[in-house]
């Protein structure tokens, strides 16, 4: 006898598991916990390999103006002559407290020094993340009503092209194209202020937020395209047109609703590919962003701002796929609701 057959022997005939009435609280359930047990392993991979990595970091604090003297003491006012395992329990009791400690490079509190940063690096991810969703997912569905005729064939190749193309070089053709050689429409790299939030300056946006949106949209393209076209191909919706069913019905009704599984963790995959994409673009537009910091940060050898910066990137990571498997829980009606014993 099997482990579902002796559930059913078991349970009485209707009466369903908690995991069966409720699957998408039990998956968070489930996964909140993993998520936090996660950071907390990668927390320690970041403080122990950061600790390894060549050079001191007083030296390059005090750079040219370095003597044994001041060296030593700035070690002991950072805490760097400590064992290392105590260091490692005082910065996880400040990780805890909210207090990850100071920038090595200025002494200002780390949250304080990436606040607009986040922020920033937010509002790209979020305005890339929405329009390259919303554009993927409308020309892959056009396209899947239009198979093998020429505006699939067009947008297909055209797909192909982009994700072959690294993050820089779409980067580098828009600023060519918008900003400097052919026309002027656009500012080549964004600056924003200090305290000044992106939306007050629009058209510092545009270049960056269309490099990722043209970078996320041949894998939405692809999977939205292929998905549909499966369903659409599929008994029920077959029988939905036997009916009398409307194509755009049976489109909206049958179709799409059993494709959206797949495509959401491809997008899922892709915001999560977004955080760390943004570091090259945020490179190549001089953007204010995480990405940007994090490479001043290493070029520093600012060990706490390196840190914090890893460590909200893996918690990004964390929480966009436990919504995305949640997300693909919700809309699977096979999962969502399945046969009682």
């Known amino acids: 006898m099997t482990m579902v ?51 001191d970091a007083a030296y390059s ?11 030593q003491e700035l070690q002991a006012q950072l805490g760097l002559d400590k064992p290392l395992i105590q260091q490692y ?37 979020l305005a890339a993340g929405v329009i390259g969703t919303a554009l993927a997912f409308s020309v892959g569905l056009l396209a899947a009503l239009r198979r093998d005729k020429l505006f699939d064939h067009t947008v297909s190749t055209v797909a192909l092209v ?17 900003a400097s050689v052919f026309l002027h429409l656009l500012p080549a790299v964004s600056f924003l202020a200090p305290g000044v939030s992106p939306w007050e300056l629009p058209n510092q946006l545009v270049l960056p937020v269309t490099t990722l949106v043209l970078v996320i949209f041949p894998y939405i393209f692809r999977m939205t395209r292929g998905s549909v076209i499966e369903t659409l191909e599929s008994d029920y919706v077959e029988m939905a047109h036997l009916k009398g069913a409307a194509p755009t019905r049976a489109l909206l009704s049958h179709a799409v609703p059993n494709a959206l599984a797949p495509i959401i963790q ?16 945020e490179y190549v537009f001089n953007y204010p962003g995480l990405g940007r910091e994090l490479v001043d940060a290493i070029a520093n050898r600012d060990i706490p701002v390196i840190q914090f910066i890893v460590l909200i990137l893996t918690a990004f990571y964390i929480v966009a796929n436990i919504l995305t498997d949640a997300l693909t829980l919700a809309v699977s009606p096979r999962r969502r609701n399945p046969r009682s014993s």
């Open 5 to 55: 057959e002796a559930e059913a022997v078991i349970r009485p005939s209707g009466r369903r598991s908690f995991r069966e009435r409720h699957p998408v609280l039990n998956l968070l359930i489930t996964r909140v916990p993993q998520g936090l047990l996660t950071m907390l392993i990668v927390a320690t991979i970041v403080f122990w390999a950061t600790q390894v990595l060549p050079g």
């Open 61 to 71: 604090v005090l750079g040219q103006s370095a003597t044994p003297e001041r060296v």
């Open 89 to 125: 329990l005082q910065w996880l009791h400040g990780l805890l407290t909210g207090n990850p400690g100071n920038s090595l490079a200025n002494g200002s509190p780390v949250t304080t020094l990436l606040g607009d940063g986040i922020r920033n690096s937010a509002v790209l991810v």
């Open 162 to 178: 982009l994700a072959s193309l690294p993050e820089f070089v779409i980067g580098v053709i828009l600023v060519i194209g918008l």
């Open 266 to 281: 491809v997008v899922g995959l892709t915001l999560i590919y977004l955080a760390g994409g943004i570091v090259v673009v």
